[in-house]
């Protein structure tokens, strides 16, 4: 596409990502795009779409026809975890640039078919990171880039502001389940918390996981996590997160040779050592002691962030006139390769190495598939008889 044209986006899902996504869209709250298309396979849910959105845009039961149609450019997918792939694969085949909601997928062996894909078509591939839009993120990232901290010692974070009712997980007979979903808080809610980790903090060696299923609601996934990371230069990360504790926190702290860095309630304390604590252990000779410590609250002249609007908009700038892409989809299976990882060292009962075997993962999944108990089975569709659902 040129310059000055307009990209025409399709929106496959009417859920709760999709209305978000077709609301701001067919009030043309982006720029050089309007949208052109929707797919939902649920009869009551495309009633619904069209009610709210009108006539002048083309509805699909089936994803494929909408691919088939010529009338879209980029696809934006909000679909269950499960389909990401299955028509991210469909689409880049078709010739149709990808927007895909996170995660990238459920397991690393069918993203990396994927992304495979999209480095081969010359696409645009973008996910919906809107997290690392947000001001604060962006700070934080440039700080540690500019080596703020010295080299890293110790991460610990604490996401416990997940909380999520039984009535949510009631809501959807594919919440919380193997088959329907593929994982509890680390594969639905933290795949943010988990993408900003590798942005900021890059990839651990090894890691060493604590998943308790079922703690503290009637599901048959994660509730409950804890996982302890170890890096290449000794540092160590420890993540906590849950959706059974009300209040929660989000909490962030960086421990590093020049300082630490914390980040909570909406702001970001930077301690700074006069001297690296490396340096002062090597010339001080005072016994107990500690080097001076300056506290910075660091300000935010920015403010703010621009939700999944700023993604879509870069998404579309980015077919348009080839801007850099805030979150590349291939960057997706860092954040996924981070769950897994954790999933299988729970059901393992071991350290795991990253990067994680791929084929252990999946037959270790496929066991907790088989016992699964949705009846709405989204893997005996994407697996089974991949690329041919009717969603």
Not at 105 to 115: A, F, L, P, S
Not at 262 to 279: A, F, M
Request: with cysteine; proline share 3%; glycine share 8%.
């Amino acid at each position: 596409m040129m310059s000055g044209q307009k990209v025409r986006i399709g929106v496959i899902g009417y859920g709760n990502m999709g209305t978000g996504h077709a609301g701001y869209l067919i009030k043309n709250e982006i720029e050089n795009a309007e949208i052109t298309a929707l797919c939902d396979n649920n009869p009551d849910k495309l009633i619904k779409a069209k009610t709210e959105l009108g006539d002048n845009i083309s509805y699909f039961d089936n994803y494929k026809k909408m691919l088939e149609s010529k009338l879209v450019d980029l696809i934006i997918i909000a679909v269950p975890h499960y389909f990401h792939p299955v028509i991210g694969m469909d689409a880049l085949k078709s010739g149709i640039n990808v927007l895909s909601e996170k995660p990238i997928g459920v397991y690393t062996k069918d993203v990396e078919e994927m992304n495979e894909l999209a480095r081969k078509s010359n696409l645009t591939y973008s996910i919906m990171f809107q997290q690392r839009t947000h001001s604060k993120h962006k700070i934080i990232k440039e700080l540690l880039d500019n080596g703020e901290l010295g080299e890293l010692k110790r991460i610990v974070w604490i996401v416990t502001n997940w909380y999520r009712s039984q009535s949510y997980y009631d809501s959807g007979t594919w919440r919380a389940t193997w088959a329907g979903e593929g994982g509890g808080v680390l594969i639905n809610q933290c795949p943010h918390n988990l993408d900003l980790w590798q942005w900021f903090f890059g990839m651990p060696e090894r890691i060493r996981g604590f998943c308790e299923f079922g703690k503290y609601r009637n599901i048959e996934v994660e509730d409950d996590v804890t996982a302890y990371m170890q890096y290449k230069n000794g540092a160590t990360g420890t993540l906590i997160t849950t959706t059974g504790e009300t209040p929660g926190t989000n909490r962030l702290e960086i421990s590093g040779d020049n300082g630490k860095l914390i980040y909570e309630d909406g702001k970001i304390v930077l301690y700074k050592n006069e001297i690296p604590e490396s340096e002062f252990n090597r010339i001080y000779t005072g016994g107990f002691g500690n080097p001076k410590c300056e506290r910075i609250e660091v300000e935010d002249i920015e403010k703010g962030w621009d939700d999944h609007r700023k993604i879509t908009q870069n998404t579309v700038n980015n077919i348009l006139i080839k801007e850099p892409l805030i979150a590349e989809a291939y960057e997706g299976i860092k954040s996924l390769s981070l769950s897994n990882a954790i999933y299988l060292s729970t059901w393992i009962d071991s350290w795991v190495n990253l990067p994680i075997d791929k084929d252990l993962y999946l037959e270790e999944l496929k066991k907790r598939i088989a016992t699964s108990k949705t009846k709405y089975n989204i893997v005996e569709q994407t697996m089974n008889i991949k690329g041919t659902s009717n969603i």
